[in-house]
């Protein structure tokens, strides 16, 4: 089975602080996703990454940075945490070997920002 | 640019009874469509998709999902609820290529609440 972990369930944080939420993924997929979830907003695409070194702006990308120096890692990055940013994060993996594979999901880190 | 609507921000079923949760789509070219799921606390789980073929696809846990290519809809089915397929469903699409194939699109979800 796919296996997604997030560094942590619960983080909270207060304004101004920079945040790191780490992804990792054990199937050795090339694509990698962040999105965060808003109730009423359902799941909007933050940043994802084709590929080690390689990432995209997703739909909401502001105030936000991400890394992805090795294969089963993609870490998101809040340079500096404010309360807007308060939200559940969901990251997701993906091999495109097959054109059809679906996305897998960690557990997601819901992170509170005071 | 594609997009997921999901008209029904709530379903109320009584257990036993069929259910069906809505979803249309837009988007250019053939459409990749997916269920997922989302319990209390937890990440997403993948439930079905489709991708080309019958247009009645089966999924995990006895759900079923009928893609309507003139009504541009994949709503989800089950014919008999269970209290414990009560959650948070996800209905999302992406293009089967060109741009925006590896971005999936996401509703807004629609939470299911199986009466028992």
């Known amino acids: 089975d796919v296996k997604v972990t997030q560094s942590s369930r619960y983080l909270v944080k207060r304004t101004g602080e920079k945040v790191f939420l780490e992804c990792v993924q054990d199937m050795d997929h090339e694509n990698m996703f962040w999105y965060r979830q808003d109730p009423g907003l359902g799941l909007r695409l933050i940043y994802f990454?084709?590929?080690?070194?390689?990432?995209e702006k997703g739909d909401i990308p502001e105030g936000y940075s991400v890394s992805r120096e090795k294969k089963e890692r993609f870490s998101l990055i809040l340079e500096s945490a404010s309360t807007n940013q308060t939200s559940m994060y969901l990251c997701?993996?993906?091999?495109?070997?097959?054109?059809?594979?679906?996305?897998?999901f960690g557990p997601g880190t819901r992170l509170t920002v005071l | 640019a594609q997009s997921v609507a999901q008209p029904e921000d709530q379903v109320n079923v009584a257990e036993g009874n069929p259910l069906t949760v809505k979803c249309t789509y837009s988007?250019?070219?053939?459409?990749?469509l997916f269920w997922y799921v989302q319990y209390p606390n937890r990440g997403l789980q993948f439930l079905l998709k489709?991708?080309?073929?019958?247009?009645l696809v089966k999924g995990s846990y006895g759900f079923e999902a009928e893609f309507n290519k003139s009504q541009t809809s994949f709503h989800l089915k089950k014919p008999s609820a269970l209290v414990s397929d009560s959650a948070l469903y996800f209905c999302a699409v992406r293009p089967g290529s060109g741009a925006g194939s590896y971005q999936l699109t996401f509703g807004k979800g629609t939470k299911l609440s199986v009466i028992p």
């Open positions: 489709y991708i080309t073929g019958d247009n």
């Open positions: 997701a993996s993906r091999a495109p070997s097959s054109r059809y594979n679906e996305q897998f």
């Open positions: 988007v250019s070219g053939n459409p990749y």
């Open positions: 990454s084709y590929d080690v070194k390689m990432k």
